[in-house]
């Protein structure tokens, strides 16, 4: 009998039951967070951290890494921190937010900024945001009525696939960050032949993946088929997901981690 279903188990839920609402909420929100889940917020350092301790013990010189939706650059600037020797290739669809990812690594010779959004196909496309500029922008127009946000603002952006990007530059990447608000898994169906030289991906699922429609059900098996490992960022660092659960799909901003199995021998945590 699942261990959810013990006598036991059912004693604390009815005891439980007892507790007013806000403590109930609280209890819920502090479980969640503990395994990673809404862990999301404010974690750039840790992030990167993370990505690079997934790596082959000596494959952090001259990496190239790829931003997209790099917004105004948090991510690249840590990176390039942690990594001195690198390159990052930024992609950022937003006319507003490339203005000043552009502006801050002018004198920056790592880092290679493109006004571009990628996804599975190419051709033109609506960016819908709140604001010009907003880190909220996606590719679907999102509803926040509930949050007192309007996706009213919008603009029209070029797409292209990973693949044909990196095929036409000759470029082989290391690491992969993703954070597209929703459109995660369209960038990675577009770029299943540049997988094959990445050793780390990270990517965000959260409220985005609501209005795009995808869950992370659609990450795991999308990743258990090409031979990747999946993690989840938690405050206490990396937690392995060997295995899908329902649970999983909680739509509160959390960053993942897949590491190819072949790149998993001998690698470092951080």
Request: with cysteine; aromatic share 12%.
């Amino acid at each position: 009998m699942p261990k959810f279903r013990s006598a036991s188990f059912r004693a604390i839920v009815r005891s439980g039951a007892f507790l007013p609402n806000r403590v109930l909420q609280t209890l819920e929100l502090a479980s969640r967070m503990s395994q990673g889940k809404g862990w999301g917020e404010a974690t750039v350092r840790q992030e990167v951290m993370a990505a690079l301790s997934l790596l082959p013990i000596g494959g952090r010189t001259g990496l190239v890494a790829i931003d997209v939706g790099a917004n105004v650059g948090s991510w690249t600037q840590e990176f390039l921190r942690q990594v001195p020797t690198s390159n990052v290739f930024c992609f950022e669809p937003s006319a507003t937010a490339y203005e000043t990812l552009t502006s801050r690594f002018e004198n920056e010779e790592r880092v290679h900024p493109f006004n571009l959004a990628l996804s599975d196909k190419s051709g033109p496309a609506r960016l819908w945001s709140d604001y010009p500029g907003s880190g909220l922008a996606s590719l679907s127009r999102r509803r926040l009525d509930h949050m007192d946000i309007s996706f009213l603002n919008t603009e029209q952006v070029q797409l292209s696939t990973l693949d044909q990007w990196c095929s036409e530059e000759s470029i082989q990447p290391r690491i992969l960050k993703l954070d597209v608000e929703g459109h995660e898994l369209h960038v990675l169906n577009g770029a299943t032949g540049t997988l094959a030289s990445v050793d780390v991906i990270q990517f965000e699922f959260g409220g985005g993946n609501i209005d795009s429609r995808t869950f992370f059900q659609d990450f795991f098996y999308f990743f258990q088929e090409r031979r990747f490992k999946l993690f989840r960022l938690t405050p206490s660092g990396l937690r392995e997901v060997s295995q899908y659960r329902e649970n999983d799909e909680a739509f509160a901003t959390t960053n993942y981690f897949a590491q190819r199995l072949e790149s998993s021998r001998g690698c470092g945590r951080y």
